[in-house]
């Protein structure tokens, strides 16, 4: 039994380590001076912004990428593709692999915060981030959150641990709901199942996460709660010091976001509806 509990002990170590062993890639410095290479990346699934189809990346980070990838090779004359290396469920995994990482890049909708700037670099943002609060179609539409206790009772909260939600969710509750159980999910996903389950549910979520339950067509409610001092701007990731970001800088312009391209970007992945919620 002994033997047993180290041959176990020696595996789950081993499990641990493999999990959050360093993804490594090449500088920008490097893949600049040789005219060719890639851009490791690793990503978390975002409804619309960056997913896997058929074999084939997809969404509105990809598209951008894409267009970055010409703007070096007009630039600087580089030939550069992106690696995908990896898939990270849990969006505190998906962080936590990036800010431990060495030349990398973190595509999904992460929000730029001043928290996440002390061990994160960001690109420019690529898209403005409103925030909505979804429930199913059971529960009376809310418009002030003095009413949150009325409305939701007998509700739960589910939120994505470590999202910016997270803190702003606490606060709302404990001026207006004390008594409110909030559920902590690793995804948006999980946070739609949940809505589209029969328990009674509401969420803080991403409006790509909104744009996922109204492509799926769920029965889900949107409040038009003031949520404006919760929108922020999303940007690509690095570990901190990664020289990626000047080059990103260049290239993410508001010239670049302000163009036809960008724009089509967006309507081609989000659809027409969604252009004018993320200015």
Known sequence: MKFFNVILSVITFFSVSTSFSQVSGSSWADVKSSGKGELTSVYYQTP??????????????????NEFKSYVNDQYNVTLNFNFVKKVPVFTDFINTVKNGKNIMGVCNTSITTE??????????YMNNPSVLLSNQDAETLRDFS?????FEGYKAIIIKGSTHEKYLKKIADQY???????????GTEVNSKLRSSTKY??????????????KKMNVTRHPVPLKELEDQLGFIFPKGSDWTSVWEE??????????????IVADNLG???VNLIR
């Open 177 to 187: 709901y004390p008594s409110l159980t909030i559920e902590y999910a690793e995804s």
């Open 147 to 151: 009413n949150l206790a009325e409305n």
């Open 251 to 264: 290239f993410l312009s508001p010239e670049f976001k302000e163009s036809v391209k960008y724009k089509k």
């Open 272 to 274: 027409t509806s969604f």
């Open 202 to 215: 509401f969420t803080l979520i991403d409006f790509t996460e909104y744009f996922d339950a109204v492509r």
């Open 116 to 125: 996440r700037n002390k061990y994160l670099d960001f690109s420019p943002a």
């Open 48 to 65: 619309g912004l960056v997913f896997e189809e058929n074999g084939k990346m997809q969404g509105v980070c990809i598209d951008i990428m």
